[in-house]
């Protein structure tokens, strides 16, 4: 996948629901935005709004959250 994509090309049609339905399957499967970016060689924004396109919930931004004041 990574080699039909091209820095900066655009992707529309049937091969953008082609890509968009791969990212799906891989960011479902526990791919990171960043890691499916690096991989594809787009950036994060591209990714991002492809996934939001294809319907996908996607996670929170984990990490460490503060406690309950107590």
Do not use: Q
């Amino acid at each position: 996948m990574a080699e039909t994509l091209k820095k900066g090309t655009r992707v529309t049609g049937a091969e953008r629901d082609k890509l968009a339905t791969e990212l799906k399957k891989r960011y479902d499967s526990g791919e990171s935005i960043r890691a499916l970016a690096a991989a594809t060689g787009r950036s994060y924004g591209f990714i991002h709004r492809i996934l939001t396109e294809a319907g996908v919930n996607l996670r929170g931004r984990g990490g460490a959250t503060r406690g309950r004041k107590s």
